[in-house]
């Protein structure tokens, strides 16, 4: 599903330059639920907006569902984007003034359905998310539990094989970081493929996978108790 | 996706009213000064006649002073004629149709004593003249020939006079008393304005069209006085109505009515043999310098649009620049505001040219509200400029639908303009910066 080799990013400005990401290499198969801790400044989120397709990485090789994305153009980076890939963000990222029908309907604008194609689409994933009594609500008269519930329901509303969620439960208290928890096993479990980059060490224990990067390098963990605490302070 | 760039438009909008109102305010005001002068500049500068401004000739003949050209600046010919040149050339008929004319005036005394006496301003000119410049009649119709050679007492009079004096009846065939003498009212004109007043820019370009129209020679005849200007590059030879009428004074105008390039070719050359033969009876002391001008061309040359008006139309033009670098920083301030929607929507599959897209419809629905507004602001300024200048500006200070529509087009236009580099900057927005930034 997501296949990178030896990915190197390098951040440059006049007096220094920074190699966030260095010979960086993942397999991420179908199905998968991977969690990818580190510690500030490891190239978590370098590494999250390369595999989004947000960035792009100055050497190696990055394979989306197959398809070689390096020489794509800006088109047809937005068009993978929109058909593939889901994005959860830890604030959520909603339009506060569109209410949640029109948040969810954002990503399937572009991707060209008819109106009721993405009314039925929209309505079937609040369902999912548990908000279909509350499509004309505005963001802010939503939880925060809520508001990341939305921003679910518009990942999934274009049904991408593949979601990047970004410290979804970072904004989150306990309970409602729980609900979303469970919320993206379910949608794991129906298929969809999950990469979640994480502080959160209890969080990541409830995942199949654990990846742990350092220095824009990654290292496979077989447990979440492999995970060096000090590095995730 | 049209629907859908037009209601986030209006969305954003509403966002930020404030900014939004500015921006729209910034445009409007630009747009207002600009179609301010631009239509002042567009009507004065309007085509008066265009079925036939092609056709139709203004005659100029160089009698001047041997020492000193009638212009110093163009060296172009007197502007006017003298009465002789005048009947001369109208009597050679050498044109399609040809009219010669001159203005006048008088005290109109109606029958009814309850109108009082009032001053007119009268229009002598041959019977052509109705058909040469399409003039709409309401009741009746102008004189023939031979009433012009018999110097008929016989007038075409104006809607407004008919509805003073005849309570707006079918005044054909009623009688009227105009300078002392007895008239018969033979036709009425329907509303008529040419603007500018061609057929006389010497004496006004832009006032209304005289009252009362009668055969030319009736000035002769009723030794009507010379209104407008007149000129002389050497005194009369005595005293009295029939020496001016022989002087190198001028005072009337002529126009002729001539159908193709070869005929207006052959015109000029009948104008240069008629100035040869008076060269030999003494008269026309300087070189051949004859001109014919059709309607447009003797509209430039009579610089009917002034200079001032032109300068403040380019002056307001600079102004609507300034007001559009204003509404690029506004924009500038507006979009990235926006930047992390920007970022969210480049996320979710937005391509750089959807973005683009999106914006552009924005900038334009602001650059439309501020021409309206610009519009409404015009309206205003003309209005001002009607009120400042009285009689000359009403007939220049209307807008009609062109200008309508120039006036939003020009907003859209500069709008757009304004908004390209905003858009452009909103567009390469790198969405990875701004998702973690909300």
Redesign the interface.
Known sequence: MLKMTNVKKVFRTDLVETHALRDFNLDVKEGDFVAVTGPSGSGK?TFL?IA?L??TFDGGSYQLDGKCVSNLS??QR??L???KIG?I?????L????DLFDNVD??L???GFNRAERKARIEQSLEVVGLANRMKHLPSQLSGGQQQRVAIA?ALA?EPRFLLA?EPTGNLDTKMAHSVMELLQNINAQGTTIVMVTHDQKLAKEVQRNIFVRDGQVSELHSVGDIPSAAMA | MFSYYLRLAFKSMGRNPILSALMVAAIALGIGASMTTITVNYMMSSNPIPEKSEQLFYVQVDNWSPHNPYDDETGFPPTQLTWRDANNLYNAQQGTRQTIMAKSGGVVQPDDQDVKPFEAAFRLATNEFFAMFNVPFLFGSGWDTQADKNREHVVVITKQINERVFGGDNSVGRELTIAGHTFKVIGVLDTWQPIPKFYDVENGAFEDIEDVFMPFLLKEELELPSWGNTSCWKPRESDGFHAFLNSECINFQMWVELLDANAESGYLAFLNNYVNEQKSLGRFPRPLNNKLSHVMEWMEISEVVEEDAKVMMWLSLMFLTVCLLNTIGLLLAKFSSKSSEIGLRRAVGASKKDLFYQHTVETACIGLLGGLLGLVLALLGLTGIKSLYGDFATKVANFDFTLVLLGLLLALISSIAAGLYPTWRACNIQPASQLKSQ
Do not use: A, H
């Open positions: 989120t907006n989004g947000l960035e800006d088109s937005s068009k984007r929109n058909e994005f963000f830890q604030s959520f990222n339009i506060p003034d569109l954002v990503p604008r572009y991707r518009r274009g970004d």
